[in-house]
């Protein structure tokens, strides 16, 4: 009998901190089970072997911030059959895209000797502005439980099943009381998608937004709340510009408070 051919799976990096791509190292136990079912095909975090596509699964960390990254990623995309974007910067820009609110020349002159040799985009982008995606991880870094969610989804041939409710949600099935309710402390949580477990407000802190906006965000709601909280528009500006902030809800409250 003919053996059954494996998955090729292949991770990408762009534009990132590397932190998505450890917290795929980071699943241990679970990944040397996957490895069974799947064969690692391209890794340079992992290891030097690498074999050519296609493949049948790419996750790509990581933004567009260069027209080398531009290309690449068209390349990545005509060879893979599924794209997952992974992380805040393959989703949102990253914190990279601080720069999309300015000149990216005046960083340049600021940051580099010769500037001139600096070769770069205007702004960081996600992977979907350039190429189809067919599924997104969230968060900075991801969860590793939804990256395998995700992965034995595909293996299984079912769709996954990822959250697209807030992190207050979370927060109500760990029992936890709200911070802005009960202590005053301004809380990106009720617009925020859910998948850290609610881990800064179980320690009584508000919600960074590490994951992005959930669906529905309503973030003009939440801005006016952290106003009759007493949170000034420069701090309120900040909290919507953090690692998701050019993610199109918080990118839209960034930009009426900017006004």
Request: aromatic fraction near 6%.
């Given at each position: 009998?003919k ?5 090729r799976?292949?991770?990408w990096k762009?534009?990132s901190c590397d932190?998505?791509?450890?917290t795929v190292?980071?699943?241990e136990?679970e990944?040397?089970a ?7 095909a391209y890794?340079?975090e ?10 049948d ?6 933004s ?8 690449r990623i068209?390349?990545v ?8 974007a992974i992380?805040?910067?393959a ?7 601080l720069?999309n609110?300015?000149?990216v020349?005046d960083?340049?002159?600021a ?5 001139e040799?600096?070769?770069t ?7 979907r502005n350039?190429v189809?995606?067919?599924y997104?991880?969230?968060?900075c870094p ?9 992965v034995t989804a595909l293996?299984a041939?079912?769709r996954?099943n990822?959250p697209?409710y807030s992190?207050?949600?979370e927060?109500?099935?760990k029992?936890n009381?709200?911070?802005?309710v ?16 609610a ?5 009584a802190r508000?919600?960074?937004?590490c ?6 965000a ?6 006016a709340?952290l106003a009759?909280l007493?949170v000034?528009?420069?701090?309120r ?9 050019y993610?199109?809800p918080?990118?839209?409250a ?6």
């Amino acid at each position: 009998m003919k053996p059954t051919r494996r998955p090729r799976v292949a991770v990408w990096k762009f534009a990132s901190c590397d932190g998505c791509q450890l917290t795929v190292l980071d699943c241990e136990d679970e990944l040397l089970a996957l490895a069974e079912a799947i064969e690692i095909a391209y890794f340079p975090e992992a290891t030097r072997a690498s074999s050519p596509g296609p493949y049948d699964v790419s996750l790509v960390e990581g933004s567009i911030t260069t027209r080398n990254d531009a290309k690449r990623i068209l390349k990545v995309r005509k060879q893979s059959r599924i794209v997952v974007a992974i992380g805040a910067c393959a989703t949102a820009g990253g914190i990279q895209a601080l720069r999309n609110h300015a000149d990216v020349a005046d960083y340049t002159r600021a940051v580099y000797a010769h500037p001139e040799w600096i070769e770069t985009l205007d702004k960081s982008t996600p992977i979907r502005n350039h190429v189809y995606v067919d599924y997104e991880l969230r968060g900075c870094p991801i969860a590793k439980g939804q990256l395998l969610e995700l992965v034995t989804a595909l293996l299984a041939g079912r769709r996954p099943n990822l959250p697209v409710y807030s992190v207050c949600e979370e927060c109500k099935r760990k029992g936890n009381p709200c911070v802005m309710v009960a202590r005053g402390v301004p809380c990106m949580g009720p617009v925020t998608q859910a998948g850290c477990g609610a881990l800064c407000p179980s320690f009584a802190r508000g919600c960074y937004a590490c994951f992005g906006p959930c669906e529905g965000a309503n973030v003009h709601a939440l801005d006016a709340a952290l106003a009759k909280l007493g949170v000034g528009e420069e701090d309120r500006l900040r909290a919507f510009r953090g690692f998701n902030g050019y993610a199109e809800p918080f990118r839209e409250a960034a930009e009426a408070l900017n006004r």
